[in-house]
């Protein structure tokens, strides 16, 4: 039976924002393993990614890991204004990595963590391989998980239904679809969808593609803007006053202005919304929001309206009646939204190379009939809807676990865990989460200037908690354990206590660009 090794903290994640908390504990003198069973140390699901044509959603000046270097990576680019490949920016992180593991302070474990348990005031997290890891604080980085299989999807689809894009199989479907040429049905019309068409399309498919969500909405393209910041203090409260806020603002000053001033604000915002006022943003604006908010690169907008235009792009409106296996293929229903489609407007902007988009609804097309009205035939069908959007039903062996033995607990919106207003998960001592995890209470939390905020702030908040102990042994003359803590934690001020925005403060003053860091960011969950 292999040993238990005993360590201050275990990391589980081994993507951005487990990479981000593990080395901003090397800094802090502070001892770490990062445990990641998926093969992507260092990486996570967005930027592992071996494809050129998958580019990063915002500029390399925004992308910096390190909250007090914001050039960081733009220097690596030597590019800050451009949209740099995410297998480049996933080499970064390893590189960021690397560093931490060879500081001596970060222990990576390429393994999977299926249980996690309270033991005599640690964590012990139990290994698929049969060892184990007891450590004083643990911390949940897993990062957004595969999304959940669709209910109009029949188990005779086989493999010609891809519930996870960002797998082995999906892969090999593109190459199959590549090679025939045959129809593709993409469910959802957010940022996975866009990554799933640059995929085929760089594999050199030609055959058409179908893109369908209830509303037909898809990520809004970059160009350039004046930015227009406000202050706290001249947003209004309520969800109704804020919408009508935002609408009047973006005719004064337009709307990727009037978007991106609410960015510095956007925790207090959402916090300040009422649980029913949370709900109906998430059923009702949501999908509006995503598509302003979380933008793509003009290069890439310009590639999907191109496909728009020569016929091989279709993005839809309605929803999925059935789908059946027919001959070899998969049979869809589709039910369209309203008639006529309204195509989207775009033209080169005089001023600059940046695509400027209208703001009409954007879909194109409807799927033509095939052996009965609103019946497609598609080779494949990709679920492109995003990210698992409920948590009670995560599939992730060791979060499944502690959920069923009430270690953590959903949100009051079902989305991620309960956290407080320092990241500790409820229910139980010495526990934190990052990232998605805590988009119930945060909302923003996907992008890497808000989680590389919020490593930050575990990081010290960690540093608090373990370093008091550590000063108390040595005065006490006790064994300290060799790899517990050593040094001082940097200073810092106190820690608040249970506040709205709890997080680092963001400057936004300088640059204005929307933070979306391409990661699994696409809560698009149209199409069911």
């Given at each position: 039976m292999k040993s238990d090794r005993r360590v201050p903290v275990a990391i589980v994640g081994g993507g951005f924002s487990g990479t981000m908390l593990a080395a901003q504990l090397a800094r802090r003198g502070i001892t770490s393993v990062l445990i990641e069973g998926g093969g992507r140390l260092g990486h996570g699901i967005a930027f592992s990614t071996d494809e050129p044509a998958h580019v990063l959603n915002v500029r390399s000046e925004s992308m910096s890991a390190w909250p007090d270097d914001p050039d960081h990576f733009a220097r690596e680019t030597g590019d800050p204004r451009g949209f740099a490949q995410r297998r480049h920016f996933g080499r970064y992180l390893r590189s960021i990595l690397d560093e931490a593991i060879a500081s001596g302070r970060v222990e990576p474990i390429a393994d999977m963590a299926?249980?996690?348990v309270r033991e005599a005031g640690d964590w012990r997290i139990d290994l698929e391989d049969g060892g184990g890891v007891v450590a004083r604080a643990l911390v949940l980085a897993i990062g957004?998980?595969?999304?959940?299989?669709?209910?109009?999807?029949?188990?005779?689809?086989?493999?010609?239904?891809?519930?996870?894009?960002?797998?082995?199989?999906?892969?090999?479907?593109?190459?199959?679809?590549?090679?025939?040429?045959?129809e593709v049905l993409l469910i959802g019309t957010g940022l996975t969808m866009i990554d799933t068409v640059l995929s085929l399309a760089a594999a050199g498919h030609r055959g058409r593609i179908v893109a369908l969500s209830r509303r037909g909405q898809i990520p809004k393209a970059h160009a350039e803007f004046a930015a227009a910041p406000v202050e706290a203090g001249e947003l209004p409260e309520g969800l109704l006053e804020l919408w009508r806020w935002l609408r009047r603002r973006s005719g004064e000053v337009g709307w990727r202005a009037a978007v991106d001033s609410l960015r510095p604000h956007s925790h207090a915002l959402w916090q300040g919304l009422s649980l029913a006022e949370q709900r109906r943003f998430l059923r009702h604006a949501r999908p509006w929001w995503d598509a302003h908010r979380h933008r793509i690169a003009p290069e890439v907008a310009r590639q999907i309206v191109d496909m728009v235009a020569g016929g091989r792009l279709d993005i839809v409106a309605g929803r999925i009646v059935g789908i059946r296996e027919i001959e070899g293929a998969l049979g869809v229903e589709i039910r369209r939204r309203g008639w006529p489609l309204t195509p989207l407007s775009c033209a080169e902007s005089p001023s600059s190379s940046a695509l400027r988009c209208s703001d009409v609804p954007q879909t194109f097309g409807a799927p033509r009939p095939s052996g009965g009205e609103g019946l497609g035939r598609f080779e494949f069908v990709f679920n492109c809807t995003g990210p698992l959007g409920a948590i009670g039903r995560s599939r992730d062996p060791m979060l499944r676990r502690m959920l069923d033995d009430g270690l953590v607990r959903p949100d009051r919106l079902g989305i991620g865990l309960e956290v407080d207003g320092r990241s500790r998960a409820a229910g139980a001592a010495n526990l934190w989460a990052l990232g998605p995890l805590t988009k119930g209470r945060y909302w923003e939390i996907v992008a890497v200037p808000d989680i590389r905020g919020q490593a930050a702030a575990v990081a010290d908040d960690i540093a608090s908690l373990l370093q008091p102990a550590v000063r108390a042994m040595r005065e006490h003359k006790s064994n300290l354990p060799p790899d517990l803590v050593e040094g001082e934690p940097p200073a810092r001020?106190?820690?608040?206590?249970?506040?709205?925005?709890?997080?680092?403060?963001?400057?936004?003053?300088?640059?204005?660009?929307?933070?979306?860091?391409g990661e699994e960011n696409d809560p698009e969950i149209d199409g069911r």
């Open positions: 299926v249980a996690a957004n998980q595969p999304p959940e299989p669709l209910n109009a999807v029949p188990a005779a689809a086989g493999e010609r239904f891809i519930n996870n894009p960002w797998g082995g199989g999906a892969r090999a479907a593109v190459r199959e679809a590549a090679a025939s040429g045959g001020e106190a820690l608040p206590g249970e506040t709205l925005n709890p997080l680092p403060e963001k400057d936004y003053t300088q640059k204005q660009q929307p933070f979306c860091d």
